[in-house]
């Protein structure tokens, strides 16, 4: 596996299929935020389009991480990836 420190192609990052449908993921903006001592944050996500499921859409979002790499890194570990979902904490 192999992280480009500057690159901003999706691609590039190695992601892993979504865990529950098996579909392809995109790494998104998820939200944006001013941080009083860090200033402007961005907070990233990966997400599942896939809507070709039998049953329905899968949209599993992973809760958002404060930079690309994290987030990245935390989705291939299977990291915070299952809690909404399962738990339906919303
Ligand atoms: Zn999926």
């Known amino acids: 596996m192999k992280f480009g420190p500057t690159r901003e192609n999706d691609d590039s990052w190695g992601l892993l299929p979504c865990p529950f449908c098996g579909g392809a993921v995109t790494l998104e903006l998820a939200k944006e935020s001013i941080d009083v001592i860090y200033g402007p944050r961005r907070w990233w996500g990966v997400v599942c389009r896939n809507t070709g499921n039998v049953g329905g859409t899968c949209c599993m979002e992973q809760v958002p991480s404060a930079s690309k790499r994290a987030a990245v890194?935390?989705?291939?570990?299977?990291?915070?990836?299952?809690?909404?979902?399962?738990?339906?904490?919303?």
């Open 73 to 90: 890194s935390r989705w291939n570990m299977r990291n915070g990836v299952s809690e909404r979902l399962q738990e339906g904490e919303e």
